[in-house]
Structures are given as C-alpha cells and as structure tokens.
C-alpha cells in the first residue's frame, strides 16, 4: 500500500475519531437539559465505570490484532491474518461476556461504593454493550492491520450516532411519561449497547463481503486452525497486556470523582442521595466543556507518536527537539486561552448549554483544567513516540493518589468546587511532571517571555474585548432587543463573546511575535498560506 493511501487511511480515521468524539461529548448537553441535573449526575458516575471496564475487557487487543494481522499480510499470509481475527474473536467474546455478568450482576456492590444506590439501573443498562464493544473492537483491529482504515470509520460512527439518537428518543420517551431519575439515566446510558450492537451489525457485514473475497484452502485453513490456536493467543495477550495496563491509566481520574464525589457531598453537607448526585451533576457540567476542548487536542496528539517514531528511527534529533518546543508551546497558547476564554465567559456559556448559572464557580475553576489537561494529552503523546509509554501513565497515578487526598481535603470545606480545584491540581501535577520527564529526554528550549510574558498581555487583551461585548450586549438587550429571552440573550453574548476574544488574543499573538515568522516554517501547509499575509517582506 502506497504512503499516501495510508495516509487517507489515517486522516479518514482521525476525521471519524473527531465526529465521534464530538458526538459523545456533545451529547451531554441535550442528556443535562432533558434529563435533569440528578440524572446526569447519575449517568456522569457510571460513565468512567464503563469506560475502565471497557479498557479491561478489550485488554489492548485491537492494537495487537493490528499489528500482528499487519504482519502477516507483509509475509502473504492470509489464512495466518484470518486465524488471528478468529482466535481473537473468542478470547474478547469470553472477556466481553465476563465483564458484562460482573457488571451486571455486581451493580449494587458498585452502587453501594459509589455510595448512591439509585446508579444501579444505569450500570446494569450500560453493561450491555460489553457484549457487542469486545467482538466490535477486534474486527476494527482486523481491517486496521490490513491499512484499510474506512470499516472502522464507518462502524465508529454508526455506534456514535445511533448512541445518541437512542439516547434522546428515550429521555423524551421517559421525562415525557414521568420517570424516576434513575430510570432516565438507565434509559441515556441503554444507548451505549444499542450503538454497539449497530456498529457491530455494520463492520460484520463489511467482514462478511471481505471474508467471501479472500482466497483461502478451508482444508489447509480448518487443519491448521487448531494447532495455531494457543501459539496465537500467547502472542496476542503477551503484547496486549502492557498496552491495556498503559490504557487503563486514561479514565482513572474520572473515576476517582465517581467513587469519592458523591459520598464525600453526603458526609460533610447532609444531603440526601437524591441531592448529592444532583450536585455532581452540576459538577459534570464544567466537566463537559473541559472535555469539549480536551477532544480536540486528543484527536490531534494521535499524529504526534508514529512522527516522533519517525524522528527518533532515523536518528533526528534535532527535529524531535524543535517539534517537542512548538508542540508543548503552541499547546500552551492555545490551553491558556480557552481557559481564560471559559472563565471569562462561564457565565452566558453556562446559560446557553445548561439553561441556567447553577455551577458556574466551580465550572470557572475546572476551565483552567484545560491548560493543564491538553499539556498532559500532548505530553504524553510525544513521549509515547520516543518509546516511553509507561511514564505518563507512572505519573497520571500519580496524580489520582493526589486528587483522592485533596477531594477529601477539599470537597469537606468548599463542596463541589473542592473537587473542581482538586482536578486543577491533579491535572497539573500530571502535566509537570510529564514536561519534566520531557526536557530531560529532549532539552527543548523554554524561552519564559514566549510562555509568559507575552502571553499575559495577550490574555489581558482578550479579557479586556471579551469584557466590552458583554457589557455592549447586555446593554443592548435591555434597552433596545429585548424580548429575546433569557437563553437566547445568553447565546448570542456566548458566541460574539469568544469569536472576538479569540480573534484579538491570535492577533496580538502576532503583533508581539509570540509566533513568529520561523515558527510557521515548521508548519509548512498551514505557514504557507498565511505567511505573506502576516509578514511582508
């Protein structure tokens, strides 16, 4: 396969990773605003459950399927590559069918932990999908290995979309016929199998055509299947175990909210389990717009490990330390922007997504997660290239031991935003410490003014606009527009909101050549085109 035929390959993935990443976190918006702060607290508890159990039951296998079908394939071996996918086939079903029943049959021990037993619908709901994700995510694996890249993308999207879609029928469905919360949550989190089960029903298909286009002796194929069985399935969970123990690490954060939020709430405020989970709720929302940013450089970091690889194969260390500089700082102008951005603009944001103010300081305080949150995804994107995937993971355990100590600390004083501080200082213990392990291992150049100074006054300008819209548009609605609504009025401050700020903070950016003319070199498809424009010669 050509280069840049793998490379469409990758690019359609990453494109179907966005949308579907966007999917899921957008869909929380419509899940807050149906269902109600208590259902989305519930569903907001169970989620990062799911996703560990997900990770443990799928145990890293679609990157060894990939890798080991990829193999076989470069030696002709099609049979060999078909074995792999069958054997894997039956190691994750089993996996899959494990965790399902102890989900399932374990959800009021994990309620009882989570200390809200109205949670236990909702896990054993979502627990489902544990029979479709497995088998889904070993076939992804499969055509991932061959460079072909469109099945994955198709499922991907199929799962996401009918997710969602299932998800709202259901909240109308079970708000309109006055439903319990628990019961709405259960009905927000059965989306999560019914997706499944569609993106599994569609990339099976693709497999079916595939399957009835290779030419394989079923004879040769059947005699040998047998023998082969055990050889593979010691290689396949020999490589995929680390991978999984390295993955695990991700949600680990969100679970330690799960398990530790909602009690601490009841304990040190007196409130019932009803109002404790209504109070994470709130708490989620600020998660939600954390994520929404987070999504992005997550999508983006995929394409920072195969290209530091590539540098540190061929010896390039020069350039593996000038991509590590603009990578942490273009990561770093961007992070404090969108922090500052979101907490300058908490309120009419809050509004527009949430319908009302509830949570706004403690959503204020998680924004400048952000910073720290995207430092860390790129971070450890770039160590992972330079073969070391094992650090950030050291140092995101790191980080949950410390949140745990401060949500306890924390939340018994000040609540909800105890926890959102407690995540600011997690996230940026994590972050340090991967920059740390990163300029050992690179040396890349810190210029303070670049990463400070200049910075400031950048953000001082955005904050200064952001600040007259706000008061130019509240003065409007009252005097002139109004009668627009409350929400409304609330958008629209929003988006003019962060389309200037945004727009003055990347300008001055320019103006006091906190990016300059070199640093768009070494970016030759985007510098090019706006060189000219923002330095004449």
């Known amino acids: 396969m050509s280069r840049s035929t793998l490379l469409r390959g990758v690019t359609l993935l990453g494109a179907a990773a966005i949308i579907s990443k966007l999917l899921g976190t957008l869909q929380k918006i419509p899940m807050q605003n149906i269902g109600g702060d208590e259902a989305f607290g519930i569903y907001s508890a169970v989620f990062p459950i799911y996703t560990l159990i997900i990770f443990l039951a799928t145990a890293g296998f679609p990157v060894a399927i990939s890798k080991f079908v990829s193999e076989s394939l470069e030696r002709k071996d099609k049979a060999e590559a078909v074995q792999i996918l069958k054997v894997s086939c039956i190691i994750l079903f089993l996996s899959g069918l494990f965790f ?54 198709i499922s991907l999207i199929t799962e996401q979309t009918i997710r969602v879609v299932i998800m709202i029928v259901l909240l109308l469905f079970l708000t309109s016929r006055g439903y319990s919360s628990e019961w709405i949550a259960a009905g927000a989190t059965f ?130 330390k000038i991509h590590t500089e603009l990578s942490i700082r273009f990561t770093w102008l961007i992070g404090v922007a969108a922090s500052f951005g979101l907490f300058f603009c908490i309120k009419p944001i809050s509004i527009m997504l949430f319908e009302n103010e509830l949570g706004t300081l403690s959503a204020s305080i998680l924004s400048f997660t952000i910073v720290f949150s995207v430092l860390n995804i790129i971070s450890t994107s ?112 929003s988006l003019f909101s962060v389309t200037i700020g945004a727009m003055i903070y990347l300008f001055s950016l320019f103006i006091t050549l906190t990016i300059s003319e070199d640093d768009l070199k070494h970016m030759p498809s985007l510098g090019k085109k706006i060189r000219p424009f923002l330095f004449k010669k």
């Open 100 to 153: 399902f029943l102890l989900l399932f049959f374990g959800a009021p021990f994990i309620a009882k932990a989570i200390d809200n037993m109205h949670t236990v619908k909702a896990i054993q709901s979502i627990s489902i999908a544990l029979l479709f994700v497995p088998l889904m995510s070993a076939i992804r694996g499969y055509f991932q290995g061959k460079q072909n890249m469109l099945p994955t993308a």
């Open 191 to 320: 989306g999560s199998p019914v997706g499944a089960l569609a993106g599994l029903m569609v990339i099976m298909v693709i497999w079916t055509m595939e399957k009835n286009n290779l030419q394989i002796d079923d004879a040769k194929f059947k005699s040998g299947f047998s023998s082969s069985v055990l050889h593979i399935s010691k290689k396949l969970i020999r490589y995929a175990i680390p991978v999984c123990l390295g993955a695990i690490v991700v949600p680990i954060l969100g679970i330690v909210d799960s398990f530790t939020l909602p009690r601490l709430i009841r304990v040190f405020h007196g409130l019932d389990e009803s109002q404790a989970i209504e109070q994470f709720g709130i708490y989620a929302r600020g998660l939600t717009l954390v994520q929404l940013v987070s999504m992005i450089f997550s999508s983006i970091s995929v394409a920072l490990v195969p290209l530091m690889a590539q540098f540190k194969l061929q010896g390039q260390l020069d350039k593996i």
């Open 382 to 493: 770039i160590l992972q290239g330079l073969g070391s995937p094992v650090i950030p993971a050291i140092n995101l355990l790191i980080a949950a031991v410390v949140k745990v100590l401060l949500n306890v600390l924390f939340v018994a004083v000040w609540g909800i935003e105890g926890a959102a501080l407690s995540t600011v200082i997690a996230f940026l213990i994590a972050s340090i410490l991967n920059l740390i392990t990163l300029w050992r291992k690179t040396e890349f150049s810190l210029k303070w003014s670049n990463y400070l100074m200049k910075p400031i006054l950048s953000i001082g300008l955005m904050g200064a606009s952001i600040y007259f819209v706000n008061y130019g548009l509240h003065f409007v609605f009252s005097n002139f527009i109004m009668g627009l609504g409350h929400r409304l009025n609330a958008t629209v401050i």
